[in-house]
């Protein structure tokens, strides 16, 4: 009892850290549940959350991160703010206080905006670890359960199968053939065997074959253990100083406006000097008075705001992703996505429900079909005509043997019911309800003994049981023909019979045509006194019962996003490991294409990478394909210009993820490491949210051109006033207070605007934008030109008018400043749309996001125009209502060209709006 004590103390008082000294591969099971207080029953809930708060998260501890005053100085580290600063400095030594107090006032908010932009970028990302974050199943106090891999600690009774990440360090209670993938420990490509009992204590990790590590994959089999170590105290968490870093915000865009603002900022610098030395020289200008005209000038052209507002544009995206269920785990993603070409996805539970639906059962008496899909027991069993199904006592035999030969069982949550366990297993687990059988009586009625689990070695399962009157009977599931190699007859109506290959391969085949898999099933009576069953107890004289006939149904969802992908010019790939017959049969119920093409895996091996090249482009399904299978493809349409996205759930996936443009992973099915691999995360596994996200990624990219359209042709515009006035003499329309007030206003409010714009309707219907096509299209750059002179012609116009009209210089200006604002509030409206007509209804009503933008830009203008403090700041001064009718006029005679111009390029280059 005393070493019991000291075990367990040292199991729930020493830290973490201090677990690895157990060395658990060199104890027996007993010593190890005894030193950890637990059972095969498990923890009780209680004991378990008190060992959470003494051992901590089972996590890694995550990455350092910036501190925010850094993170804040970081936003004044750019080359377009260095030039306001610099005009800012340069104003106030001049004695112009208010010009410098609001440039470095404009500074101050884009370094905010960024700053608190990049606190919510790490809060997102926090929140995408959580939403995830990995599950396990546990045993506590007897029962299964699903839980938050997090809340693993030591003494918890771990199940798995294959497939499963390992969630923990685990010593085995049990294994039945059990492999695990340790190479990221070991470096060991071949799957290590695992097994009950000791290993010598200095035995390497690689020969702790009673030892499971955190972190590695269960390749085959079934066990449970105690979970001896968690968190940092795993052999992962010894050799792993963390998991994960927040990303870079930086993207391929924002580095491409990084790159224009430092060219844009020696262009600016080198005019200005040019118009320095012009207007003092040329035009006589003081000095003074000239250096004034250059910060004038500096602060026109330079879009101060433009990274932030593209940076929160990005985010937005994000955002409206996450909630369409597609996790961007990396911001250069959202770009990506925008010009995705192809979509390579997986079939099961992508494109598919993933909830298998027994369709039929077939027997030698005839083949027996059921109503009802999906895991809920409702339905019954019917004949093919539909009417009631005969009694068939071999079907009776094959339900049972289906169900008993079964490790699942249905969980009816608030009327939704799911599976833990295999999605095959848990259909036949309905299937026997829908046949008036209740699983867990039954099953308690003919105990198991013995089992052999399913593995692809040897494709088939086997359990032993023990029935009413002491009856012993095995039964077996698995791939038919191996079933069937393993029979020496089959079950009949009264008695059994030699087996009717022909017939059975007709059924397997009938049902691989119309999409279906198909397991097959088997029975005997063993030997007396056989407890324990080894392969040669069942590898021969079974008698056959029959095959079941399994459909994964297309999503519905997932029809209509396969027909908006081809609307939309993107091309579906499907790349699974299931059978030819039967990727093409979902193929053609999804409408990948009018009449799908396939390739099963052994014919690629044959093929070249020139070879696949040219035939990839026409292939919509890849069958019987390995992960290797996945990188070829991928290459191969990108050698052919495609942007690829790629879906992908295991841990070997993860070289094809890595090599797409978009590497997609599921979030309930997917390894850890395909996650991490990946740049988006599937929180429903389904294929619609992938082109959802294509939609979203679409709609940023066309918000961000929409943002840089507005904002450099209006910049333009006070350059050129600024340029023009210097260069003829004129007098300044504007003052570079006056400009700066401009900047401010519009950019955090109309500017910002379009960062929330909504799609365009037809954003699906447009082809995808071609890999390497410049941010700039023609038609843009066309845009910025015309927009440019359009608004120097309306400073002047409105300025001169003024003038004309008797106003003072000061009250010429205030309208100029108001003319301004109009126009960018109608050109607003014009940019809206760059691919449709902004003259609809639903154009001229404008979304909230842009109704307040105006509503804040007009109340803005107001206070500058008539209250007195505003009049001092910055020289303005009141202007009557008949002069604001006239500024209202000049806006919508902006927007009218606009149309007319947009109208006619459209006609002139049709695709110009989204194309070099």
């Not at 007993?30 to 008190?50: K, N, P, S, W």
């Not at 929140?127 to 891999?149: C, F, K, Q, S, Y």
């Amino acid at each position: 009892m005393a070493a019991k004590t000291v075990n367990v103390t040292r199991a729930h008082d020493t830290r973490p850290n201090n677990t690895r000294s157990g060395a658990w591969h060199a104890r027996t099971a007993a010593e190890t549940c005894i030193a950890f207080e637990t059972g095969t029953d498990g923890l009780d809930h209680q004991e378990a959350g008190r060992r959470l708060g003494i051992y901590g998260p089972n996590q890694l501890p995550a990455a350092a991160r910036t501190r925010p005053f850094l993170r804040l100085l970081a936003q004044f580290n750019n080359a377009l703010i260095y030039v306001l600063l610099c005009a800012a400095t340069a104003a106030i030594v001049l004695g112009h206080l208010v010009d410098g107090a609001v440039i470095v006032i404009v500074v101050l908010v884009n370094a905010v905006v960024g700053f608190v932009q990049e606190g919510r970028a790490e809060q997102a990302l926090d929140a995408i670890r959580d939403m995830i974050a990995p599950h396990a199943t546990v045993l506590r106090e007897g029962e299964r359960h699903t839980i938050d891999a997090r809340n693993i600690v030591p003494g918890d009774i771990v199940v798995l199968e294959a497939g499963d990440k390992v969630p923990a360090d685990i010593k085995l209670l049990r294994a039945r053939g059990l492999t695990v993938d340790e190479a990221i420990l070991t470096g060991e490509s071949v799957p290590a065997e695992k097994s009950e009992g000791i290993a010598a204590e200095n035995a390497p990790l690689g020969d702790r074959f009673s030892m499971l590590y955190s972190g590695t994959l269960v390749a085959t089999g079934q066990g449970y253990g105690v979970a001896t170590a968690t968190g940092a105290s795993t052999e992962i968490g010894r050799i792993s100083d963390l998991i994960g870093k927040v990303e870079m915000l930086t993207t391929p865009l924002l580095r491409q406006i990084n790159e224009f603002s430092r060219q844009f900022t020696w262009f600016a610098v080198a005019t200005a000097a040019a118009l320095f030395v012009f207007a003092v020289l040329a035009r006589s200008y003081d000095w003074v008075d000239a250096l004034m005209v250059v910060v004038a000038l500096a602060v026109g052209v330079v879009p101060e705001g433009l990274p932030a507002v593209i940076t929160i544009t990005l985010a937005i995206g994000v955002r409206r992703m996450a909630a369409r269920r597609a996790v961007v785990r990396r911001l250069p993603a959202v770009e990506t996505l925008g010009a995705t070409s192809v979509i390579c996805s997986d079939k099961t539970g992508t494109l598919t429900k993933n909830q298998m639906t027994a369709r039929r059962v077939a027997t030698a008496q005839g083949v027996t079909g059921l109503s009802g899909a999906g895991y809920a027991p409702e339905g019954k069993l019917v004949a093919e005509d539909g009417g009631a199904a005969e009694p068939d006592g071999a079907r009776d035999r094959l339900i049972q043997a289906a169900l008993l030969c079964n490790d699942a069982r249905l969980v009816d949550e608030d009327g939704q019911w799911s599976v833990l366990g295999d999605p095959m297993e848990g259909a036949l687990v309905t299937l026997a309800a829908k046949a008036g059988l209740h699983p867990e009586t039954e099953r308690e009625a003919w105990a198991r003994l013995d089992e052999i689990p399913f593995d692809a070695q040897h494709r088939f399962m086997a359990t032993l049981h023990e029935g009413p009157g002491s009856e012993r009977r095995v039964f077996v599931k698995g791939a038919p023909e191996r079933v069937l190699a393993m029979c020496i007859d089959q079950a009949g109506p009264g008695a059994t019979r030699p087996i009717d290959h022909a017939y059975w391969q007709q059924r397997i085949d009938a049902a691989a045509a119309g999409g279906e898999r198909v397991l097959g099933f088997a029975t005997m009576v063993p030997d007396a006194g056989v407890d324990r069953m080894a392969f040669a107890t069942v590898t021969s004289g079974l008698t056959f019962l029959g095959v079941v006939g399994f459909i994964d149904p297309p999503r519905e969802e997932a029809i209509a996003a396969v027909a908006e992908c081809r609307a939309a010019g993107i091309g579906v790939k499907m790349i699974t490991g299931d059978h030819n017959g039967t990727a093409r049969a979902i193929a053609r119920q999804l409408a990948i294409a009018n009449d799908p093409k396939a390739i099963e895996g052994a014919a690629l091996d044959r093929l070249t990478d020139a070879e696949l090249r040219a035939v990839v482009d026409e292939v919509s399904v890849f069958a019987r394909t390995t992960p290797e299978h996945k990188l070829r493809i991928v290459r191969a349409l990108q050698a052919n210009g495609h942007i690829v996205a790629m879906t992908g759930d295991g841990v070997n996936d993860a070289p094809a993820l890595k090599q797409s443009d978009v590497g997609v992973a599921m979030g309930r099915k997917g390894t850890e490491a395909a996650k991490e691999a990946a740049q988006m995360v599937l929180l429903d596994d389904n294929f619609a949210s992938i082109v959802a996200a294509v939609h979203e990624g679409r709609t940023v990219y066309d918000n961000i051109r929409k943002v840089i359209g507005w904002t450099l042709p209006t910049n333009g515009g006070e350059t050129l006033s600024v340029v023009l006035a210097i260069v003829f003499g004129l007098t300044l329309p504007m003052t570079p207070v006056q400009i700066l007030w401009i900047n401010l206003i519009t950019t955090v409010t109309l500017g910002l605007a379009l960062a929330f714009e909504p799609s365009e309707p037809n954003v699906m219907r447009r082809p995808p934008r071609r890999r390497g096509a410049p941010l700039l299209s023609r038609f843009l750059v066309w845009r910025i030109v015309f927009v440019s002179f359009l608004f120097m012609l309306g400073v002047f116009g409105a300025f001169y008018l003024a003038l004309w009209r008797g106003y003072t210089q000061g009250e010429a200006r205030t309208a100029v400043v108001n003319a301004v604002v109009v126009m960018e509030i109608f050109y607003l409206f014009n940019v809206r749309y760059l691919h449709m007509t902004s003259f609809s209804l639903i154009g001229a009503v404008g979304t909230p996001a842009v109704l307040g933008a105006i509503g804040v830009a007009v109340v803005a203008q107001i206070a500058f125009t008539y209250a007195p403090f505003m009049n001092d700041l910055f020289g303005s001064a009141p202007i009557s209502l008949v002069d604001g009718l006239l500024i209202v006029a000049l806006g919508v005679l902006t927007m009218i060209v606009l149309e007319i111009e947009k109208a006619v390029m459209r006609k002139v280059w049709p695709t110009a709006a989204y194309t070099a």
